[in-house]
C-alpha cells in the first residue's frame, strides 16, 4: 500500500484551564489515504472537530496539540512554524466549516474572495485570470448563471448555495485533503444529500482526500469508505465502512446504528444509548464507555483498553481483546 | 438611496428649525436685549423707539420667521460686546477651531484604530495591556487637567512647544490657516493631542473590543482555513467588519470635538469659536451664543449624515436592501 496521505499518530489536544487541564483529543491515531473518504463520527463534544482544528494547526487558544505527530505527505506538520503551515492551509488542505452563513465574509462579493483566495496560492495568477478561475469553480459547484452570481454579496445567496460557494473556495488551489467539519448540519435536510453528493463527485474528479466530520451516521454510509467512531476524546472503533455498519465491535457503535431508525420497521420508541458522554473533567477511570455500556463488566471500569486490530481497522474495547467479536 | 437621503435631509430640517427655536428663546428669556444695548441714562421713550425699530415689539411668531429667514441669509445680528456681526466675528473665528478640531481627529484616528487594532489582535502581549492602561488614564483625566500637564513638561519644563495661540497664520481669503508655516504647526501640537486624547482612547477600545469579537467570527476561521495571509486576515477581513459601530462613534465624537473645543481653546489661548463663545456667556452676548448654538447643531447634522451615507459605502447589505424597497 503507497504511503498515506495524512496519518496522525497518537494526537492529543489539551485545553489548560484555570481549573485543571481538560485533555479533548486523547491519544488517536488514524491514517487517510490519497483520494479516500475517512469519515470521523460520534456525538457532539467526543473530539471530533477539535481532531479536525488541530490538523488543519487551528485549534484556538488556549487549546494546543499536547503530544503526537501528524504527518502529511510524510512531512510533519503539527510543529510547524504559523507561517509555514498557513502556506498548507487552504494550498493542501482545505476545510469546510459547518455554518455557511457565517463562512463568508459579509461585506466582500463571493467573487472577491474566490480570486484573493486564488491569487494568494499562487501569486502568479493575474486578477483576470484569477476571475476566469472562480468562474470555473462556481459553475463547477453548480452555481446557476455564474457570470452574475460572481459580483454578488453572500447574503444574496440561500444557505445551499453558500455551502457550494464554501465548497468552491476550499477548492481554490486544488488541495490534497479536504478537512469537512459538519458540512451539512446547518442545512435544510432536502439540501443535504446535493452537498453531499456535490463534495462527493468533486472530490472523486480530483483525486482529494476527504475527511468527513458529522454526527449523521447515514452520511457516513453512504460516502465515507472507512470510518472512524470517536467517544470522548478518543476512537472507540476505526475501519473499512461495510465492516463497521455490518458487524460492529465496539458497545457504543453498536448503539449508534441501532439509533438509526429504519424504514419498515415498527417500533413505538426510538432506540437511544441511555445516559450522555462524560464531561471532559469528569470521565470515568478504566472505559470511558462504561457507565453507559450494556455489556459493561469489571474490567471496562478498571483499565483503559487500547484499540486492538481488527480486519482492516481496530477496535478499543475489552469485549473484543477477550472473545472476539460481541453477539 | 435618494429617497433615504431626502427623508434624512428633512430631519435634519426639523432638527435645525427646533435648535433655532430654542437658540431664538435665547432673546426672551436671558435679559433685556434693550438694557444690553443701551447705557444706564437712556430713556424709557428711546427705548421704546429702538424696541418698535428693532422688531422687539412684533408678534412672537413674526419675530421668529424674521430670525430664521436672516439666519439663513446668513444674517445673525450685531454681538453686543464687539458692536460687529455676527457672522463676521464667527467666520474670522471658525478656521482656527476647524483646524484645530480636524488635527484632533487625525490623531484620535491615526492613533486610536491602529492601537486598538493591535490590542485586540494580541490582547495578552504586555504592551496591549500597558496601551490599555494608558488609555484608562486618557479615559478618566479631565480635559484641562491633561492640557495643563501638557502645558507644564512640553512648554515650561522642555520648552520645546508653545503654551498658547495659534502662532504665524496666513489669510487664504477669509481663511487664515496655521498649516502654512512652523510656529503654526507647533502651536496645534498641545491642543490637538489635548483635545483628541479622550477620544483617541475611546476609538482604540471599541476598535480592541469590536477585533476581539470579529476575530471569533466564523468567517475569519474561514479566512485563515483558506491560507490567507495575517495582513489580509486582520486588515482586509477582520478591520474592515468593525468599521461600522467605529465610523457611528467617530462621527459622533467630531461633533464633539467641534463642540467641545471650549475647554482646550481657554486652557490653550486659541483664538478659535469657543473662547468666542465662553467670553460670550460672559457677557451675556446673545447673538453670539445663538449662532453657536446654531451653528455646532448645524456641524452635528452634516456629520451625522455623512456618517449615515458612510453606512451604505461599507456594509453592501443596507445597499441591497434600498434596492429592494425602491423596486
Known amino acids: ?327 | 438611496m435618494i429617497a433615504f437621503v431626502i427623508r434624512r435631509l428633512l430631519q435634519s430640517i426639523v432638527v435645525m428649525l427646533t435648535v433655532a427655536f430654542v437658540a431664538f428663546f435665547l432673546f426672551n428669556f436671558v435679559g433685556d436685549p434693550i438694557n444690553n444695548m443701551v447705557g444706564q441714562d437712556t430713556s424709557m421713550a428711546d427705548r421704546e423707539r429702538l424696541r418698535q425699530d428693532l422688531g422687539l415689539n412684533d408678534p412672537f411668531p413674526v419675530r421668529f420667521a424674521t430670525f430664521v429667514g436672516n439666519a439663513l441669509q446668513g444674517k445673525f445680528g450685531v454681538s453686543y460686546r464687539m458692536a460687529e456681526p455676527v457672522g463676521r466675528l464667527i467666520a474670522s473665528r471658525l478656521p482656527a477651531t476647524l483646524e484645530l478640531s480636524l488635527m484632533a481627529a487625525s490623531f484620535a484616528l491615526l492613533v486610536g484604530i491602529p492601537m486598538g487594532v493591535y490590542t485586540g489582535l494580541y490582547p495578552k502581549r504586555l504592551s496591549s495591556r500597558f496601551f490599555l492602561t494608558i488609555s484608562l488614564i486618557g479615559i478618566s483625566l479631565p480635559t484641562f487637567l491633561i492640557g495643563i500637564l501638557l502645558i507644564l513638561v512640553f512648554a515650561v519644563l522642555l520648552g520645546v512647544l508653545p503654551s498658547f495661540g495659534r502662532g504665524d497664520v496666513v489669510k487664504l481669503g477669509w481663511w487664515s490657516t496655521g498649516f502654512l508655516t512652523a510656529s503654526g504647526w507647533k502651536a496645534v501640537v498641545l491642543p490637538a493631542i489635548t483635545l483628541g486624547l479622550f477620544q483617541m482612547t475611546l476609538i482604540m477600545r471599541l476598535v480592541r473590543s469590536e477585533m476581539l469579537e470579529v476575530m471569533r467570527t466564523d468567517y475569519i476561521k474561514f479566512a485563515r482555513a483558506r491560507g490567507l495571509t495575517d495582513r489580509a486576515v486582520h486588515f482586509g477581513h477582520a478591520l474592515k467588519n468593525t468599521l461600522v459601530p467605529v465610523i457611528t462613534i467617530t462621527g459622533l465624537q467630531l461633533g464633539a470635538i467641534i463642540a467641545f473645543a471650549i475647554v482646550t481653546e481657554t486652557v490653550f489661548q486659541w483664538p478659535g469659536m469657543g473662547l468666542l463663545f465662553l467670553q460670550s456667556v460672559q457677557f451675556a452676548d446673545i447673538p453670539v451664543m445663538a449662532t453657536y448654538l446654531i451653528l455646532i447643531a448645524f456641524f452635528f447634522v452634516v456629520i451625522n449624515l455623512i456618517v449615515d451615507l458612510l453606512y451604505y459605502v461599507v456594509d453592501p447589505r443596507l445597499r441591497i436592501d434600498v434596492q429592494i424597497r425602491a423596486n
Open chain 1, 1 to 327: 500500500m503507497a504511503d498515506p496521505l495524512l496519518k496522525v499518530e497518537d494526537l492529543k489536544v489539551e485545553f489548560p484551564t484555570r481549573r485543571g487541564t481538560l485533555v479533548a483529543v486523547d491519544g488517536v491515531s488514524l491514517h487517510i489515504d490519497p483520494g479516500e473518504v475517512l469519515g470521523v463520527v460520534g456525538e457532539s463534544g467526543a473530539g471530533k472537530s477539535m481532531t479536525g482544528n488541530a490538523i488543519i494547526g487551528l485549534l484556538e487558544p488556549p487549546g494546543r496539540v499536547a503530544g503526537g505527530r501528524i504527518l502529511f505527505e510524510g512531512r510533519r506538520i503539527d510543529d510547524l512554524p504559523y507561517e509555514e503551515m498557513r502556506k498548507i492551509r487552504g494550498r493542501h488542505i482545505g476545510a469546510i466549516f459547518q455554518d455557511p452563513l457565517t463562512s463568508l465574509n459579509p461585506l466582500y462579493t463571493v467573487g472577491r474572495q474566490l480570486i484573493e483566495t486564488i491569487r494568494t496560492h499562487d501569486e502568479a495568477v493575474g486578477e483576470t485570470d484569477a476571475r476566469t478561475r472562480a468562474l470555473g469553480l462556481l459553475r463547477e459547484v453548480g452555481i446557476p448563471a455564474a457570470e452574475a452570481r460572481i459580483d454578488h454579496y453572500p447574503h444574496q445567496f440561500s444557505g445551499g448555495m453558500r455551502q457550494r460557494v464554501v465548497i468552491a473556495l476550499a477548492l481554490c488551489a486544488n488541495p490534497r485533503l479536504i478537512i469537512a467539519d459538519e458540512p451539512t448540519t446547518a442545512l435544510d435536510v432536502s439540501i443535504q444529500a446535493q452537498i453531499i453528493a456535490l463534495i462527493k463527485r468533486l472530490c472523486r474528479e480530483h483525486g482529494t482526500a476527504v475527511m468527513l466530520v458529522t454526527h449523521d451516521m447515514g452520511v457516513i454510509a453512504e460516502t465515507a469508505d472507512r470510518v472512524a467512531v470517536m467517544y470522548s476524546g478518543r476512537i472507540a472503533e476505526i475501519g473499512p465502512v461495510r465492516e463497521v455498519i455490518k458487524h460492529p465491535r465496539h458497545p457504543y457503535t453498536v448503539g449508534l446504528m441501532g439509533s438509526i431508525p429504519k424504514v419498515g420497521q415498527r417500533r413505538e420508541k426510538l432506540t437511544q444509548i441511555e445516559g450522555t458522554m462524560p464531561r471532559l473533567n469528569a470521565i470515568p477511570r478504566g472505559c470511558a464507555f462504561n457507565p453507559r455500556c450494556p455489556k459493561v463488566f469489571a474490567r471496562c471500569r478498571e483499565e483503559r483498553p487500547d484499540p486492538r486490530p481488527t480486519p482492516g481497522g481496530a477496535v478499543a474495547c475489552w469485549l473484543n481483546a477477550a472473545a472476539g467479536r460481541p453477539a
